[in-house]
């Protein structure tokens, strides 16, 4: 029997944790079904049976997790960059904000209806600045961007996952656990 150090053992629950993050952001999206083991799988660079959109979807998601301690929440070029890496190969406009209109369905009706695409620079750049001189709690702070995000919907695919990936980093600048809680697995299961 080998016995596994305190670093050991907290490796392999952040990887696990990462793992059921990334299964549970992806799958409250509703296009990606893979299970943790396949994601573990696609981690460890194994084969798996799937499209190639999901194992994408997978490994963008690993590196904007790996990169997310990089980025500060308040700057425009790192949510741009998130997006980059979250949707490369999965849409053409990759780190910049849609350039047409947009609306979220919610069966055959339009559930919201985004703002227009030549407001969306303006709405980001006062949501980032609100953002840097913000002095509310954590909590706060990062649920009321997380909405804001959602309501200007500022790209033209990916926008519920950055909105999660950039509440994660928020909360994780302020308690770096954050970066360990399955948060979206939960929000998934429930």
């Given at each position: ?21 990334i ?84 069966g ?72 360990n ?10």
């Amino acid at each position: 029997m080998t016995a596994l150090t305190p670093t050991q053992d907290s490796l392999k629950l952040r990887k696990a944790n990462r793992i059921r993050t990334i299964q549970g952001a992806l799958a409250i999206e509703g296009n990606n079904t893979l299970s943790t083991e396949q994601i573990t799988a696609i981690l460890n660079g194994k084969p798996i049976i799937a499209t190639s959109k999901e194992v994408q979807e997978v490994r963008n998601a690993l590196k904007a997790y790996e990169e997310i301690q990089d980025w500060n929440p308040d700057q425009e070029s790192h949510l741009l960059k998130a997006h980059q890496i979250l949707m490369t190969g999965l849409i053409d406009e990759v780190g910049q904000y849609r350039h047409g209109g947009v609306g979220v369905m919610s069966g055959d009706r339009v559930g919201h209806m985004a703002p227009p695409a030549n407001q969306v620079h303006r709405l980001m750049g006062e949501l980032l600045q609100w953002l840097a001189e913000g002095n509310e709690h954590p909590l706060i702070q990062s649920s009321v961007f997380h909405y804001e995000f959602e309501f200007i919907y500022p790209f033209a695919d990916g926008n519920g996952r950055m909105g999660r990936l950039w509440q994660t980093l928020i909360l994780s600048q302020w308690n770096p656990i954050f970066l360990n809680i399955p948060v979206e697995s939960l929000i998934y299961q429930n």
